[in-house]
């Protein structure tokens, strides 16, 4: 089955870059994709990329896919007060079954300090 | 509706009570997935809706978990007997499947307490 892994916590000064990783194991992915989750919000879709990119930047975020390491990462640049939450790596995939499988990661809880 | 509307926001039940919590999906979208987020966890997959097609109950942790989908748009999640390791935030999500995008928007979620 598929599985996807993120770390658990990374503390950043407001002002620094911040790389969140991400580790998935189904080859067979089309779509990798980032939420954010404000605390007592739902989840936001921040920036997905297909498979076949290797980069995909938004303003302050840039994705990097490494397909053939099956790592995924997203950087926020010049991060900010506000970007404190938990970010959830997820990947798209189609199951023996025929559902298109959204997987989550665990969420890397982002701490910015001022 | 202009998002994914969940409700209610909160539930608090008392144990070995049934309850239904209800996902209104963004209009159009065929797809619709329940979630569930433990206190510092991440998603578990629960249940899975696509179109007409049978649903993909593989993530229902038990046989006191059941859902429905009425019209193809509004979705009712039903957990009966309720214990305290079901309390959870449960989230709905909807897309709109365009290849193989599955672009998910979530609702707010409901947070079940049961005491």
């Known amino acids: 089955g598929e599985d996807v892994e993120q770390s658990l916590f990374l503390s950043v000064r407001e002002g620094d870059s911040s790389v969140i990783n991400c580790t998935y194991t189904d080859s067979s992915s089309t779509y990798l994709y980032w939420y954010k989750q404000e605390p007592g919000a739902g989840l936001q879709l921040l920036t997905y990329i297909f498979s076949n990119m290797d980069m995909k930047q938004d303003q302050r975020l840039t994705v990097l896919l490494n397909k053939k390491d099956k790592h995924l990462s997203l950087r926020i640049a010049d991060t900010q007060t506000g970007d404190s939450a938990i970010y959830f790596c997820?990947?798209?995939?189609?199951?023996?079954?025929?559902?298109?499988?959204?997987?989550f990661g665990s969420g890397t809880r982002l701490q910015v300090q001022p | 509706g202009a998002g994914v509307s969940q409700s209610p926001s909160n539930k608090v039940t008392e144990k070995g009570k049934d309850v239904e919590l209800r996902c209104d999906p963004i209009s159009g979208h065929t797809a619709l997935y329940w979630y569930r987020q433990s206190l510092g966890q991440g998603l578990e997959f629960l249940i899975y809706f696509q179109g007409n097609s049978a649903p993909d109950k593989s993530g229902l942790p038990s046989d006191r978990f059941s859902a429905e989908r009425t019209g193809g748009s509004v979705s009712t999640l039903t957990i009966q007997r309720t214990q305290q390791e079901d309390s959870a935030v449960y989230l709905c999500a909807s897309s709109e499947i365009r290849g193989s995008s599955t672009e998910a928007f979530f609702g707010q979620g409901t947070r079940l307490t049961v005491v």
């Open positions: 997820a990947e798209t995939s189609y199951m023996d079954t025929g559902r298109r499988a959204l997987t």
